[in-house]
């Protein structure tokens, strides 16, 4: 066994996590970067100053499902290659290349090479799907099995996440949707940030974070259980069962929030008043909304979180969960509002878009980062990159059900859209209620708080 030194802490926290939350914000950066920019350069017509593809709304955000659907589906497929085969920490490196690679297709493609856009996309898929999982399972490995810290781990990483999403528009969006620099300059802006997430991982990992993520998963499994196959325990069956079970809320809630960078992205650039002090905001900017909403809400979420748990209070994944269907939902009422004010005054007044984004910022709080640390909790280490890769399964559908939900706006309405899905969220957030007493059995006390303890040389990984 080698020894895994790194350097110490940082806000209480392994200074890996830093560089963990450091590379995933490039990797988001990269991604909502693009995202800003797929429909809308799908949408634009070939003969306009910054010239697209031409295509319908209806095809774009079809298109836009398939892709993002695609990207989370191989997620399961990067897990288990990581797992069995390559380590999560090359994973995440080779995941990072072939991402900017994809970038930069898209930069040479966008508005001339329909088939070399595809190709683009598809290297984008290919990326996302080695380095997604394996990179939030590596966070989880920082922590000790019964450390408090973890929660309040991923809501820092999230921060991360955020605050690359919150970067991209301002950039790619603001590049891209400009005749002077056109799509293309946004492409290669969010290919450039993908670069330098890349170079963060291959130049500071062995400092920070040791030998964690060399090894895979599953050999350090076996080496534990003396070379031997173990089967799964009751224990450990109940706990895959609860991420299994949670596979339809949460997928329900991703289908909803990513109307963001589909339904929601196209109302505010064509039926929302954008203009603030005679500048035009560009349709784009609106996607860094959620961002910054995280960046200053996420700390205010991990402190309650721990403040609940130091007086013996906290509340279980599920039911954290149920309170963030709750918030969705209550988000799309002021999309709500928006249709009925852009039917009184021609466009709507962009305070709706602001407020709806501000609480599926709470209900994501509530859900995501929650769910990430609570798979981390609950796989088994010989799957526990193939179980992250389940958990982001759920995106898979989610995405293609997001796309397929907002093409189906432009023949019901964006209104009848906004209610259908307050209500399907409200039912759904009862029926996890309902269940979650049952779901809390199964995870046999995997979220019980046993000590808040710095992780282990031991503990980390070893080298191969």
């Known amino acids: 066994m080698t020894t895994n030194k790194v350097d110490g802490e940082f806000l209480g926290h392994p200074k890996g996590l830093f560089l963990l939350f450091a590379t995933e914000m490039w990797e988001r950066f990269s991604y909502y970067g693009m995202r800003a920019l797929l429909v809308l350069s799908m949408v634009a ?64 493609a966008v508005g001339k090479d329909l088939h070399l856009f595809y190709l683009g996309l598809f290297f984008l898929i290919i990326g996302s799907g080695l380095f997604k999982a394996n990179i939030s399972t590596m966070v989880g490995e920082l922590y000790a099995p019964g450390d408090a810290r973890r929660d309040s781990a991923f809501s820092i990483f ?52 040791g030998n964690i993520g060399r090894e895979p ?74 961002s910054m909403f995280i960046i200053m809400l996420a700390p205010l979420f991990a402190m309650m979180w721990a403040a609940l748990s130091k007086r013996g209070k906290s ?15 209550v988000g799309f009422l002021f999309m709500v509002a928006a249709v009925f004010d852009q039917q009184a005054h021609g466009k709507a007044n962009m305070i709706w878009l602001i407020l709806a984004y501000l609480f599926h910022t709470m209900g994501e709080l509530c859900i995501s980062p929650v769910g990430l640390s609570m798979v981390t909790k609950l ?23 997001a796309g397929l939900i907002g093409a189906y706006a432009e023949q019901a309405g964006e209104l009848t859209v906004f209610i259908g899905l307050f209500g399907v969220l409200a039912l759904f957030a009862g029926l996890l209620w309902i269940f979650s007493g049952k779901l809390v059995d199964w995870m046999h006390g995997a979220e019980a708080i046993t000590a808040e303890v710095p992780v282990t040389t031991a503990s980390a990984s070893v080298a191969p």
């Open 158 to 209: 999230y921060m991360g996440i955020n605050l690359g999403a919150f970067l991209a528009p301002l950039v790619c969006s603001s590049m891209g949707e400009s005749a002077n620099y056109g799509w293309s300059y946004g492409y290669a802006a969010a290919g450039c940030g993908m670069l330098i997430g890349t170079l963060v991982q291959v130049f500071l990992s062995q400092r920070y974070i």
């Open 45 to 108: 017509a070939t003969q306009s100053a910054n010239p697209g593809f031409g295509w319908s709304s209806k095809d774009a955000l079809e298109l836009y499902g398939t892709y993002t659907g695609l990207s989370y589906l191989f997620v399961l497929v990067g897990g288990w290659l990581a797992d069995n085969f390559i380590g999560q920490r090359r994973a995440v490196i080779f995941g990072a290349l072939i991402m900017a690679a994809g970038q930069f297709t898209l930069a040479a």
């Open 217 to 290: 998963a599953a050999r350090r499994a076996r080496e534990q259980s003396g070379g031997a196959k173990v089967a799964f325990t009751s224990d450990e069956r109940d706990r895959l069962k609860v991420i299994f079970m949670l596979f339809v809320f949460v997928m329900l809630f991703w289908a909803a929030f990513e109307q963001a960078g589909g339904l929601m992205n196209l109302y505010a650039s064509e039926k929302t008043d954008r203009m603030l002090a005679g500048f035009e905001i560009p349709a784009g900017w609106f996607q860094a909304t959620n």
């Open 379 to 401: 796989a088994p280490l010989r799957v526990s990159s193939l179980m992250m890769g389940v958990w982001f399964l759920i995106n898979a559908a989610a995405n293609k059900l």
């Open 315 to 329: 509340m279980p994944t599920p039911i954290k969960m149920v309170i963030g269907l709750l918030l969705t939902g």
